[in-house]
């Protein structure tokens, strides 16, 4: 009795799985072609979401440090696209001209200010780029400064080492 109960058992979950895989290759089949193509769309990457376009910034330079605590922002991108401007957490956004064109003066925090210049254009494609400027309120070495304090103290390594 036990192998009839087995054998029968058995045979119905073989039955029922051939007839699930009937079920779903009919269903495959009936669907629509169009699907099968987002399928196929989504799996290789669409040439229109390339951002092809530019980002030259002439200003602000990288790295640099200054006492002032605005600065321009400016540079060359798309023409007519918006540009986003974030300084740590606060955004500043403006558009670039029909030449591609855009410039704006924003304010900086003293100490390190990490800068990053966003543009997006009409299709919701983007770009980025960051720059790191330091504002320093303590007044910064001139050249000749340094210049002179390096040979004071070379003058006075001198005199203790003739003692």
Sequence with gaps: MKKETIIAILVGLSLGLFITYGVYQAKTSISPESDKDQE?????PAPE???SGELVL???ENEII???SSISVSGTTLPNSFVVIFVDNKETITSSDESGNFSIEISLENG??????????????SISTERTVIVSDDPLVSASEASDS???????ETTTGNN
Aim: charged fraction near 25%; avoid cysteine.
């Design 49 to 51: 979401n390339e951002f």
């Design 58 to 60: 002439n200003s602000p």
């Design 150 to 156: 390096a040979e004071v103290d070379s003058s006075e």
């Design 40 to 44: 196929i769309l989504s799996l290789t």
């Design 66 to 68: 200054q006492e002032d």
């Design 112 to 125: 390190l200010n990490i800068i990053t210049i966003t543009v997006l254009d009409e299709n919701g494609r």
